[in-house]
């Protein structure tokens, strides 16, 4: 993932000398953009085509899913590349720090009751992605896009979205990011400058409902919230959060829980009406619930019935890697992502109690700092053979000692194959790690 | 000390627990229990009054805003001053570190501290992110100190404060020198589970809260691997 992390950090080494040949590649592409950029600027248009042949080769070159250098390029020819493949378009944006990605993809399978949708479906979830994803769909008439908590203003403002999802906010990747209130902060001056756009949020986030409180239009959902440990303390007043049987208040100030709309009760959802739908999924665990309970949500912002979606949810069997299961050499090897403290908890309740291979990096798109494993109580792993690995092994041993699991460190991948029993292997691996292993298993979607 | 439990308390975790400082007490737990010690941890939050009769306190990073309540609520109770008065041994890290000094800022404010710690805390230009290396004061007899700071203050030691290390690498208090320490009161900016990479200084506190003058050793083969690979990633000073 190296398209994500010079993403980051502005870092455009290598992707410059390739922008010069593709302006030459342009002219011999320009027979290829009827319908998708009729009316758009000619620079837009010339962008455009950049971008999309750009994603092609990086494809084809094996550099990633060209889901991010296209944009990245399109972006650099016209700056406002973004704003010209959005216009036309109904779009719905989901962000958080946890669950967007697959959220998208929900949320998309949803929307597609009404026609084409256009996503970003790989979970390159910042502007140069979003560019990628519309310029490679052509004209649909809808789009949703997972928006990395960072650019949300910025592609609000870029994409003039109907509808804008708000998951949660929690800490992740401290070292990197804002501080998880100057996170909301920066979501609530976005939402002001848009009374327009219909908001979906999470009702049990105390900082999310701070965010979206003050919009004209919300709609407010419950998926269950286990990880509190970022919302004692009220954004709004300072005062500590009360919680009592999953309802909390601020005690310094008139900020509460608001009274969700779309609840999720047992294997299922409740909507507006009252209505409960059993949610069934493909995907694990009772977070993916939570999930579709949200795309039921905001797909309905656009007229779609949850009747109607939940069949197409039903359908959706892993997202970019994640819940994928690949069979290699007798073992069902099945890959969990776990970006952060709130997303590991997810990830060990969604595992087998089988042997279980962990992976930590800390490279820029994980955050440089590890001390994140000592929020995540990693005792449900000591009844299974587990097995540890990454560039942060050591960081990951030293927790499992504390923790008294018992661990067994491997160099890579294959070895780790080797040392497992044929049958299932969960693999559980943050941001960078995941993609390593994607990449061992063949790029598996 | 030798027939009761010995007791670690951990600071307000509601407000000071920015990364992984649960870690430092998990740690200090663990290790004593290897050794027999029998030890209690005790988890005490800002609307709770702060016990003054433990051996050990833990006190953690944190925003802005939890930091400041954090300082004005430890110096309505003083149970802490008590407890320091008493002879407990403290473990400060980042924004605990800093409120323990006579003053701090937060929010663009000067905050009065709790003065345990000659230390006075502003902020510098940038802020100091990445890897953290220091030479610890030789009078403590430890090996090098290891972390991850994450921080933008710069903290400036009076008389009766000496720097818990001199800086081979990132920033610490000023790029010269790293942290305090008077008496049994230790502040770092090493953040998080600072005592995960530095198993020898959860041993001090244990040491000065058991009165022993060596504990049995443990095996930290997985620790010191730990330790070898961070050292070798700080970036000289
Ligand atoms: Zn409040």
């Not at chain 1, 248009?45 to 990245?72: C, E, H, Q, Y």
């Not at chain 1, 800490?171 to 756009?197: F, S």
């Not at chain 1, 665990?285 to 939570?290: D, L």
């Not at chain 2, 710069?154 to 800086?167: D, Q, S």
Request: charged share 20%; proline share 5%.
């Amino acid at each position: 993932m190296a398209d994500v992390r010079k993403a980051r950090t502005g870092e455009n080494t290598g992707h410059t000398v390739i922008l010069t040949v593709w302006q030459r590649v342009v002219t011999f592409e320009s027979g290829t953009l009827a319908g998708v950029t009729d009316g758009m600027p000619l620079i837009a248009k010339v962008a455009t085509s950049v971008s999309k042949t750009a994603a092609a080769l990086s494809r084809a070159a094996g550099r990633g899913d060209g889901s991010v250098i296209g944009g990245w390029i399109g972006l650099k020819i016209d700056p406002d590349l973004l704003a010209h493949l959005a216009a036309g378009r109904a779009v719905a944006l989901v962000s958080g720090t946890n669950g967007k990605t697959t959220t998208t993809r929900l949320t998309a399978a949803a929307v597609g009751v009404l026609g084409r949708v256009a996503t970003n479906s790989f979970g390159a979830n910042m502007p140069t992605g979003h560019t990628s994803a519309l310029a490679k769909e052509g004209h649909t008439p809808f789009a949703v896009l997972e928006v990395d908590e960072h650019y949300l203003a910025q592609v609000i403002d870029q994409t003039r979205p109907r509808v804008v999802a708000l998951l949660n906010l929690s800490r992740d990747q401290l070292d990197r990011a804002k501080e998880v209130a100057m996170m909301a902060q920066l979501w609530k001056t976005a939402l002001a400058g848009h009374p327009e756009i219909r908001v979906v949020a999470n009702s049990d986030d105390p900082m999310v409902v701070w965010a979206a409180a003050g919009s004209p239009e919300v709609t407010w959902f419950s998926a269950g919230q286990r990880w509190l440990d970022d919302s004692f303390v009220c954004p709004e007043s300072g005062h500590p959060i009360e919680r009592a049987q999953g309802d909390w208040w601020c005690t310094g100030c008139p900020l509460r829980r608001p009274r969700p709309q779309w609840v999720v009760e047992d294997e299922g959802v409740i909507d507006p009406r009252g209505d409960w739908h059993l949610v069934k999924l493909q995907l694990p665990g009772r977070v993916n619930i939570g999930n579709a309970a949200t795309a039921l949500a905001v797909a309905a912002e656009f007229g779609v019935r949850p009747i109607e979606a939940l069949p197409r949810l039903s359908r959706v069997a892993s997202i970019a890697g994640r819940y994928a299961q690949v069979d290699r050499d007798g073992r069902n090897i099945r890959l969990l992502l776990a970006k952060n403290p709130a997303s590991w908890l997810e990830a060990f309740d969604m595992a087998d109690q089988a042997p279980t291979l962990l992976s930590i990096n800390a490279r820029d798109p994980d955050g440089l700092d590890t001390s994140w494993l000592y929020d995540v109580d990693f005792s449900p792993l000591r009844d299974r053979p587990v097995l540890i690995t990454g560039d942060r092994a050591y960081d990951l041993a030293v927790r499992l000692q504390v923790n008294q699991v018992q661990f067994r460190h491997v160099q890579t991948f294959d070895e780790a194959l080797r040392s497992v029993p044929p049958g299932r292997l969960e693999v559980i691996a943050n941001y960078t790690a995941f993609q390593d292993i994607r990449a061992e298993l063949d790029r598996v979607n | 000390m030798s027939t009761e439990a010995l007791r670690i308390v951990w600071i307000y975790p509601d407000l000071l627990s920015t990364y992984g400082d649960r870690g430092n007490m998990l740690i200090l737990a663990r290790r004593a229990a290897e050794r027999g010690i029998p030890a209690e941890t005790y988890e005490v939050r800002s609307d709770q009054s702060m016990p003054h009769t433990a051996d050990i306190y833990l006190i953690g990073g944190g925003e802005d805003g939890p930091q400041a309540l954090a300082a004005q609520r430890l110096i309505a109770d003083g149970g802490l001053h008590q407890a320091v008065a008493q002879g407990a041994a403290v473990l400060s890290i980042c924004a605990g570190y800093q409120l323990l000094g006579h003053s701090f800022f937060a929010k663009g404010a000067k905050c009065a501290g709790l003065g345990l710690l000659d230390i006075t805390s502003d902020r510098g230009e940038t802020r100091a992110v990445g890897e953290l290396r220091g030479e610890i004061d030789p009078r403590l007899g430890l090996p090098a100190l290891t972390g991850f700071e994450n921080h933008g203050g710069r903290t400036h030691l009076g008389a009766h404060a000496a720097p818990l290390a001199r800086v081979t690498g990132g920033i610490g208090n000023d790029g010269q020198t790293e942290g305090a320490w008077a008496g049994k009161i230790l502040g770092t900016y090493s953040h998080g589970p600072a005592l995960a990479r530095n198993p020898a200084i959860a041993d001090l506190l244990l040491r000065w809260a058991t009165g022993a003058d060596r504990l049995a050793p443990l095996d930290d083969t997985w620790a010191d691997r730990l330790r070898s690979e961070r050292l070798a990633a700080a970036t000289p000073a």
